[in-house]
T-cell receptor, first 114, second 110 residues
């Protein structure tokens, strides 16, 4: 059972470089999410996709773009990386965008911006 | 707005000790409540959940009761093990999008 797969697991970028973080799920889930995790701040929602073909901003969307490529895949793009975007990024999915549905998380991408 | 507050960590316990991690929430309606656990180097895993007042979620010896009157969802375990060492996150959702507390690190020593 792969669940939610994120690539890459680690990445170091220079300020101003661009990068796309990939996420794929094999659970036939409708909803997908991108979070960032910073020390002492829990996880904060960057963008989400309630269903294929739709995307919406979360709490901290500035500096990011997303693409829901198909039902399985949801990518996160940093167009011009900044040191403030150094973080651990998690992708998650759930059956549907409803309160009682638990989210399933990938193992994270650890991103450092120099 | 909606928010979740957890007790500050780290919490350090000896094996077989009783665990309580406090969690309180603020919400405009009736959220679903979750506890997630994150082991080192891994993503978050759902530990337990409760979807309405007075529900008790339980899993792997952990329990939490949804208390609407005190807006709380405290995590408890009667006897912790070294393998329970991890970061624990309390979270709520009204519409499917999770709002997390800041996380509480638990260290269990043999």
């Amino acid at each position: 059972n792969a669940g939610v797969t994120q690539t890459p697991k680690f990445q170091v970028l220079k300020t101003g470089q661009s990068m796309t973080l990939q996420c794929a799920q094999d659970m036939n889930h409708n909803s997908m999410y991108w979070y960032r995790q910073d020390p002492g701040m829990g996880l904060r929602l960057i963008y989400y996709s309630a269903s294929e073909g739709t995307t919406d901003k979360g709490e901290v969307p500035n500096g990011y773009n997303v693409s829901r490529l198909n039902k399985r895949e949801f990518s996160l793009r940093l167009e011009s990386a900044a040191p403030s975007q150094t973080s651990v990024y998690f992708c998650a999915s759930s059956h549907r965008d409803r309160g009682e549905q638990p989210q399933h998380f990938g193992d994270g991408t650890r991103l450092s911006i120099l | 707005g909606n928010s979740v507050t957890q007790m500050e960590g780290p919490v350090t316990l000896s094996e077989e000790a009783f665990l309580t991690i406090n969690c309180t929430y603020t919400a405009t309606g009736y959220p679903s409540l979750f506890w997630y656990v994150q082991y080192p180097g891994e993503g978050l895993q759902l530990l337990l959940k409760a979807t309405k007042a007075d529900d008790k979620g339980s899993n792997k010896g952990f329990e939490a009761t949804y208390r609407k009157e005190t807006t709380s969802f405290h995590l408890e375990k009667g006897s912790v093990q070294v393998s329970d060492s991890a970061v624990y996150f309390c979270a709520l959702t009204m519409t499917g999008k999770l709002i997390f507390g800041q996380g509480t690190t638990l260290q269990v020593k043999p």
